[in-house]
């Protein structure tokens, strides 16, 4: 007998449609919620956000030990050189919790640092990393946004299996209130 795959969830938000154009297609993509990442590529890298956490991901030439690494964090900047050489340095898209703020050397050849966000609700999705500095393209964007409204409703309904779930419809901002779903 044949094996057909399991039927897709999609869920649908309420909201306000946008009005689509003749013959645009209006793409879901379908993401793996719990890999989940939407990276944002830079010159050094790429970085990408959790409701409650931005990840930096930097590469460093090959053989780079700690003490060669500079990085200061503080709640809105950063600044991170190697070997006196400045990989980035500017004030921070969104404010962060500073104590919190960690960096590693990893393998010798990249430095994975890692922001708390003071605000930690799905509508806090930043667009860039720095003020004007690594923007994600609009479709990363809307992208990072998605991931973090699904990772808000799998918060707000640990029982519910959004595996293989696409999402459509109003999730910009978060998304509206689902407290209600499935009573």
Not at 34 to 41: A, D, F, L, R
Not at 169 to 176: A, D, H, R
Request: proline share 7%; with cysteine.
């Amino acid at each position: 007998g044949s094996c057909s795959p399991p039927p897709r969830r999609v869920i649908t938000i309420p909201g306000p449609t946008a009005p689509v154009a003749a013959g645009r297609v209006v793409m879901s993509v379908h993401f793996e919620e719990k890999s989940g990442i939407v990276p944002c590529k830079t010159p050094w890298g790429e970085w990408y956000q959790t409701m409650e956490d931005v990840f930096i991901d930097v590469r460093v030439p090959l053989g780079t030990s700690a003490k060669d690494i500079t990085c200061k964090l503080s709640s809105k900047e950063i600044a991170l050189s190697v070997k006196g050489n400045v990989i980035m340095k500017g004030k921070l898209y969104g404010s962060t919790i500073a104590d919190e703020g960690t960096w590693t050397l990893e393998d010798n050849k990249q430095v994975s640092i890692v922001l708390m966000k003071s605000n930690r609700e799905a509508g806090n999705c930043w667009s860039s990393l720095l003020e004007g500095q690594y923007h994600a393209d609009p479709l990363v964007q809307d992208e990072m946004q998605k991931k973090l409204t699904l990772e808000r409703f799998q918060r707000e309904h640990p029982g519910f299996d959004f595996s293989g779930a696409d999402i459509s419809g109003n999730y910009s901002g978060g998304g509206p209130d689902f407290s209600n779903l499935g009573k």
